[in-house]
C-alpha cells in the first residue's frame, strides 16, 4: 500500500516536471502532450527495490515473505530496464520523430549516411537482448530463440505505442499468459511491481495526456520479453516469436491501426478504457 501511494505521488509529480521541461511531442491527433513518460516504470521499478531493501535489511518484513526465495534474475532484470530505458529515452528526447520503420533508418544511414537515434537504439537494444539472452540459455538453439523473442518484443511494443493505451493493455494481455508459468518470487518482486506501475501509467495514458514514447515501449517489451525467455516453455516462446515476426513483416506492408480498426471485437478492446478529451 505504501509502494502504491508513492508512486500514485512519484506519477503526478512527474507529470507536472515534464510540462515544465517543456518534454512533449505532437501526437496522432496532432495535440501537444507528454512524451517519454514511460521513464516512469523505470523510476518506480527502482523505488520497489529501494523499499525492499530497506525492509528486508532491517528485519521489517514479515515471517512468511522472509521465506519466498528471491529470483536470482532480479539484478539482471534490473541491468536490462535501466539499459532500455535509457536508450528510449535518449531517442524520445533527441529523436527524429519523422524516421519511422526500419526502412526509414536503414534508408537514412544509407542515403545520407547518417546515423539516427532510431536504429542506435535498435542495434544496442539487439546488444541488450543478445546479453540477456546469453545469460537465460542453456544451449546456442535457446540462446537464438530467446534473442529473437526479446529482440522482436521490445520492437513489437515500440510499434503498438503509436495509439493511447495500446501497449499498456497488450502487456497486461501478453503478460497474463505467462503468469501460470512464474515462480513466487519473480511474481511478488518483479511482475507485481511492474503491473502497479502500467496501472499508474494508465491514468494519464487513457486520457491523452501522455505517451509512454520509446521510454516506455522499450522498457515494456523489454519487462515482458524477459518474462518470457525466463519462464514460459520453449514451445510457447517459440509460438510468440513466430506471432512477433508476422505482425513486424505485416507492419512494414500496411497500417495496424488501420487492420484493427477494420475487425469489431480488436476496436472495441482498442478503445476500452479511453477518455476523449474532446
Known sequence: MIYLFLIWFITDAFYLLFRKQGWTAINYKQEVIVQGFGLNLFIHYLLFLGMMFTVYTLGLAPTAAVNITLPATLVLFSMMLFCLTLLGWIDDRWGDQKVKGFRGHFGRLIRDRHVTTGLAKAVFGLVVALMVSWQLSSSWAEFILFSMAMALSMHIFNLLDVRPGRALKSYWVFSAAVVPFLSIGTALFLVIPVFFST??????????????????????????????????????????????????????????????????????????????KS
Open 199 to 276: 496501472l499508474m501509467l494508465f491514468r494519464y495514458d487513457r486520457r491523452q495526456l501522455a505517451m509512454l514514447g520509446d521510454t516506455g515501449s522499450m522498457a515494456l517489451g523489454g519487462t515482458f520479453g524477459f518474462q518470457l525467455i525466463a519462464h514460459a516453455p520453449l514451445f510457447m516462446v517459440a509460438v510468440l516469436v513466430f506471432f512477433f515476426l508476422g505482425l513486424t513483416i505485416a507492419a512494414e506492408r500496411i497500417s495496424l491501426t488501420t487492420w484493427i480498426e477494420q475487425h469489431g471485437w480488436l476496436a472495441k478492446w482498442d478503445r476500452w478504457g479511453l477518455v476523449d
